[in-house]
């Protein structure tokens, strides 16, 4: 089918608009290169149109000057149409991504074939103009000398692939920024700022560039530090064991890898005479390199909030001051208002009814204050552990696990309290209990609460009948008990709470 009939002309135009659109729907960032397609399209078919104005006007002259020209661009809008649908559609359809410079040499050499060809057909002697050009290009060659080096580095980078579209680099000068485009002459990246960098290639293959997360055969993965300081007082292996249980726990952080574990590690004392804290590093490892400040806040949260709840104060620098008016009747009022809100948190607790107001001060002075960050577990399945928790502020979940499976059974919302089975009987968690969002609460352990029963152990009658009325109250709701089934059931509880009761204190 000749390149100068109509027919060539109009398949064409429907080729590229069909291409065109293809590459607007799956690749929509190749614009460029569908403008470029359309230039010698339309080249072509003016060419067409003037190659056959001369045949109706019998212009022959023109005739064979426009029948050579339409050879040339019609041969080089065949290879672009060609090009642009193997390159741009098919192949990456396959799931290969070959270098965009493969494609800009095969266009480069056949411009070069069809040149030779097209200046053959109007009688021009090639070798002549080979041999000079030679000379020309010597010369161009010495005078373009950064502009090549250029040229090559990006032939280098695109052909052994060091780089790839899509990295995270980091420049000498630590920069970084994630790889847009590969071209001839530089490589686009966007920095973390968002902001365009246009470096040079010859710069990029001269310089030393780490390329971030990458390993061989391995997944994307980026070590990241946060840094904290703590009183050199504290036993180091007290703050690691702290802070590693709480970067470990489940659920695990967002974008932080679950391989290699994230760790704690004391990385020096501080040995100039005025600080006198111990500096410690969080290493954990990034899953995605685009989210470093925002995980890096959500590690400081988990960090701080594990911190608080074991009383570990970051450091104060030593060269800040602090100036308080401090006096015994200052100190009272302070405690008197503690105690006063410890007080109103038992308050809360209805099987804490039968103590006197002298207890319940006992209690509030054991309370230990707890913090929760979103996500952490405040009590997991299974564990033993004598403590209740009363949750002054924030919300929770509650999860089982049976079968192999979680579920969530219930949502709670402070003020409210849980765990006082394994403070009353130090029965195994029967739940996972997750904070949904930071929870502030208390906590009092077996050993405050047991200093009470041994000194009035008649109330732990009581207490049991409370716990199993609770019990019997819920499941009954569930079970839709009546009332006959309920007192039946109540005592059977009260009895069994009762003789575990008093095991677990020890009572005679």
Known sequence: ????????????????????????????????????????????????SLFHAAQVFQWSQINLISGNIIYLIGSLTLIELSLTLLFKLIIPRLGYH??????????????????????????????SIA???????????????????????????????SIRLGDWIQLENGTQGKVQELRWRHTVIETRDWDTLIVPNSFLLAANIIILGKRVGESLQHRMWVHFNVDFRTNPSQVIDIVEAALQAKPGILNVANHPKPNCICLDFSSDNRESYAQYAIRYWLTDIQEDDPTNSLVRKRLYAALQRANIPLAIPAAQLFIDQDDSERRSQKEQKNIQQRLNALNQIDFLTELNQDELIILAKGLQSVLYSKGENIMRQNDKASWLYILTQGTASVWVESGGMNSKVADIKSPTFVGEMGLMTGAARSATIIATSDVYSYRLHKDEFQKIILQRPNIVNKISEILAKRDVETSSIKDKLNEAVQNQKIEQNKTHLLTKISMFFGLD
Not at 8 to 20: D, G, H, K, P, Y
Not at 133 to 155: D, E, H
């Open 1 to 48: 089918m000749a390149l100068t009939s109509w027919l060539t002309a109009s398949i064409m135009l429907v080729s590229f608009l069909i291409i065109a659109a293809l590459c607007k729907a799956f690749e929509p960032n190749n614009n460029d290169q569908i403008k470029r397609v359309g230039f010698f399209l339309i080249l072509y078919l003016i060419a067409v």
């Open 131 to 161: 041999a000079t050009s030679a000379v020309v290009t010597a010369i161009l060659a010495i005078g373009l000398q950064a502009t090549l080096g250029n040229i090559i580095g990006g032939v280098a980078l695109q052909l052994d692939k």
């Open 98 to 127: 070959p270098p965009s410079i493969i494609s800009d040499i095969i266009f480069g050499f056949s411009i070069i074939v069809l040149l030779v060809v097209t200046l053959s057909n109007f009688g021009v002697d090639t070798t």
